[in-house]
């Protein structure tokens, strides 16, 4: 029997997850968010508004629930906070590798974490709570990357990078070994990183270089 799951998010990232997640053993039952003017991505599954809406629909299930956060970019804190808010209501992160993704047999990934078709995460790579791995993006071996990171897709770390929590390192970015990334960092598609970076900064260029300070932290 098919475990039932909820995604909070109902734009094109949950058109991404709902694409796969029959094949790890769920259904999805509902979708959340707080755009009362969304369009629901999947005309079967139903649409609730808010944390109200989480509330009363839970209040009538009986049994485990699990979830997934489809909410991307640089929003890791929210994708983490929102799925603290999930786990009062008794609503479990799991952790979701498309079966077209390769995970080291000794990486280790948090709850919540997502790694999409193509990616790949290497030898003793440690990813935090709430991450993305997107399309096509690698981690090499011994990386680090703290909880809300969200490497889109193509993006490549190196061996031996770190990336603090909640930062992005944008599409087909390249972070050089050894290099690393502070907390809540925007790192511009396209970009060579080669230094260490500090945090709450934007980055971008070849090489990679200071352009602003992160406002939105």
């Known amino acids: 029997m098919l475990k039932k799951i909820i995604f909070w998010g109902a734009t094109g990232h ?6 796969f997640i029959g094949l790890l053993g769920f259904k999805l039952v509902a ?10 991505p999947f005309p079967d599954v139903p649409l609730y508004i808010g944390g109200q809406g989480v509330e009363t629909w839970r209040n009538k299930q009986q049994g485990d629930v699990f979830c997934l956060v ?14 603290r ?3 009062t209501k008794q609503i479990s992160p799991i952790v979701a ?4 993704a390769f995970v080291a047999s000794d990486a280790v990934l948090g709850r919540g974490t997502q790694v999409l078709a193509n990616a790949a995460v290497c030898a003793e790579v440690q990813i935090g709570e709430a991450c993305i791995i997107n399309t096509g993006a690698s981690v090499d071996h011994e990386s680090t990357l703290g909880a809300g990171v969200h490497l889109a897709p193509g993006a490549v770390l190196a061996g031996c990078t770190s990336v603090g929590d909640f930062s992005l390192i944008g599409p087909g970015a390249v972070v050089l070994p050894r290099v690393r990334i502070g907390g809540k960092v925007i790192v511009g598609a396209g970009s060579v990183v080669t230094r260490d970076v500090p945090d709450n900064v934007i980055v971008f260029g070849n090489p990679a270089k200071f352009q602003r300070h992160n406002v939105l932290t």
């Open 70 to 83: 489809a909410i991307g970019g640089g929003r890791g804190q929210e994708r983490l906070e929102i799925y």
């Open 85 to 87: 808010s999930l786990e």
């Open 97 to 100: 590798v498309h079966p077209r």
């Open 14 to 19: 949950a058109k991404v997850l709902g694409e």
């Open 31 to 40: 979708i959340f968010d707080n755009n009362p003017g969304v369009t629901p």
